[in-house]
Nanobody, 120 residues
Framework: QVQLVESGGGLVQSGGSLRLSCAAS????????MGWYRQAPGKQRELVGI???????TYADSVKGRFTISRDNPKNTVNLQMNSLKPEDTAVYYC??????????????WGQGTQVTVSS
């Protein structure tokens, strides 16, 4: 059993910052890519950014230069530092990780989501 637990969402004014964190726990053998997705009301879930186990990052164009993903491999955590937030960043943010467990080959796992609201 694997769990991804997110923290750090909330309400912030436009131009402000928030930091999201996500910790993976369970019968983990190896954590491969980790990342963040978001879903705004009435819209499809979209990629925010991904970081590989080797720390290579990929970002959506809409967040480049404002958001930074980092990870702590020994702790199986991934963070999302969000700066210069805009109202259009308002969404539920989901942590995602590709994890190999003792029992299963690598598969996708999702966190429960954390709300980020940016007021204008």
């Amino acid at each position: 059993q694997v769990q991804l637990v997110e923290s750090g969402g909330g309400l912030v004014q436009s131009g402000g910052s928030l930091r999201l964190s996500c910790a993976a726990s369970g019968s983990i053998k190896r954590v491969n890519a980790m990342g963040w997705y978001r879903q705004a009301p009435g819209k499809q879930r979209e990629l925010v950014g991904i970081i590989t186990s080797g720390a290579t990052t990929t970002y959506a164009d809409s967040v480049k230069g404002r958001f930074t993903i980092s990870r702590d491999n020994p702790k199986n955590t991934v963070n999302l530092q969000m700066n210069s937030l805009k109202p259009e960043d308002t969404a539920v943010y989901y942590c995602n990780a590709v994890i190999e467990t003792v029992a299963f080959r690598p598969r996708n796992y999702w966190g429960q989501g954390t709300q980020v609201t940016v007021s204008s």
